[in-house]
């Protein structure tokens, strides 16, 4: 017996629709985009004048210090833990994160010598006795507790808080708090930060818990290094993130619009 079968004739499978090409990239903005990369030109370094008044501060008050990122605030510090060294005097440098501590540690003994230099954080002790500490902030905070409970004092006369908008962190800020208040008032604090918006307030509160002077310094209103964003596409082609015009590139709009409706 011969069965029926479907004889209705079945329509190809469809390939994938390959993804549009990518447009050509623009020689013009692709060359403004690299242009000025590479190593400087060497010239003699001058300080910047919120570096200067910072470092004058410093020989009378807490400061704080607010400006972009890589506008030269670890350059205060470092000249002052410099005239602190040379004049016997020793000081702690801290940030809130364990790879920054690192890259400080180091920076610091290119600087001053690895006899001078000592790292405390969750993983590293190493010259723990140094006249310069780098450390995380929870070390810090963590000597100032013991020292409270052993009636002792931390050896310092200067104190660095790097980042220290982390004050403001949710779950972490506790920290910052805990080490500028329980810092006793003979040691100087230096704060630096480049997000901190409501500076005259932050030293005010400062002064308060303190009982001592803080001043603010700001820095220049731009970053001296402009960020300059791209997107790199699968075939190696760069293109730049941003247009003349200050608005995404429409080329990448273009791509963002079709990848979301494929």
Not at 147 to 156: K, P, T
Request: aromatic fraction near 6%; glycine fraction near 8%.
């Amino acid at each position: 017996m011969r069965r029926n079968y479907d004889k209705t004739k079945r329509e190809p499978a469809r390939r994938p629709e390959r993804p549009p090409a990518h447009p050509p990239v623009n020689p013009s903005g692709l060359k403004k985009l690299l242009e000025g990369i590479g190593t400087p030109r060497r010239a003699p370094f001058k300080p910047d004048p919120f570096q200067v008044e910072a470092l004058a501060m410093l020989e009378y008050e807490d400061v704080l210090v607010t400006a972009p990122t890589g506008s030269g605030k670890t350059w205060i510090a470092r000249e002052e833990i410099r005239r602190l060294l040379a004049n016997g005097q020793r000081a702690w440098y801290t940030s809130p994160l364990k790879a920054l501590t690192n890259s400080k540690y180091q920076e610091f003994i290119d600087e001053f010598g690895a006899d001078r230099v000592g790292i405390l954080t969750g993983d590293r002790k190493e010259n723990w006795d140094a006249p310069l500490i780098v450390g995380t902030t929870e070390i810090y905070r963590n000597q100032l507790f013991d020292s409270l409970r052993g009636g002792s004092e931390v050896s310092a006369d200067l104190v660095v808080l790097d980042e220290a908008h982390y004050l403001a962190d949710e779950d972490r800020g506790h920290v910052w708090e805990e080490a500028i208040i329980l810092t006793p008032p003979r040691i100087r604090l230096l704060l630096l930060s480049a997000t901190i918006g409501n500076a005259g307030e932050f030293a005010s509160w400062l002064e308060e818990v303190r009982g001592v002077r803080c001043g603010v310094i700001t820095g220049p209103g731009k970053r001296p290094v402009p960020l300059r964003s791209a997107l790199l596409l699968p075939d190696r082609q760069l293109i730049p993130l941003i247009g003349d015009d200050g608005r995404i590139n429409p080329h990448v709009a273009r791509m963002i619009h079709e990848t979301k409706n494929a």
